[in-house]
């Protein structure tokens, strides 16, 4: 774990450590109705941070996780995953409520992906802010699953947040 330790430190620039995580943790129910209807897509209503370094500093302040979605204009996945998935209002709309979300072109941010060991694209990561590895999803999926799947990560970071500052207050 070292060796992939030290690899990170190229990442400095951007603030983000990446330590892998085992994700265990039960998402919270849906709401009734939550993602019921996919009648309609529109185009992402989510707001995206322009680096993964404005990414970091918000999701420091705000202690929300970030998640990284790595992408590329000529994958058609990615483009599946956009129109269908996280463009749905609802899906938007806890995306914006509940992370600091950031895209990154697989093409143009190589060196990042190489370290977060990306390799087959849509690929979603979350991060604890402090560069922690919560969640690593590939390929699309449907909102549900989706939501499922980020959900369980954010209870997660959650959980160690708890645990993390829990033995300061002793």
């Known amino acids: 774990m070292s060796s992939f330790k030290t690899m990170l430190q190229v990442v400095v620039m951007t603030g983000v450590i990446v330590s892998a995580s085992r994700l265990t943790a039960t998402p919270p129910p849906l709401p009734e109705g939550y993602l019921s209807s996919f009648a309609s897509f529109r185009k992402s209503a989510v707001s995206w941070e322009k680096s993964l370094k404005a990414a970091h500093q ?94 369980k990560a954010r209870e997660l970071q959650d959980k160690v947040h708890q645990v993390k500052y829990s033995r300061f207050s002793r």
């Open 58 to 151: 918000h999701a420091k302040q705000t202690n929300k996780p970030i998640l990284i979605l790595f992408e590329a204009s000529w994958c058609r996945y990615c483009k599946k995953l956009d129109t269908q998935t996280i463009s749905h209002p609802k899906m938007a709309s806890y995306i914006n409520k509940t992370f600091i979300p950031v895209r990154l072109d697989l093409d143009r941010d190589k060196q990042i992906a190489k370290i977060l060991g990306v390799k087959k694209i849509p690929c979603t990561i979350i991060l604890t802010p402090e560069g922690d590895m919560l969640s690593k999803q590939v390929g699309f999926e449907k909102p549900v699953t989706y939501y499922d799947k980020i959900a």
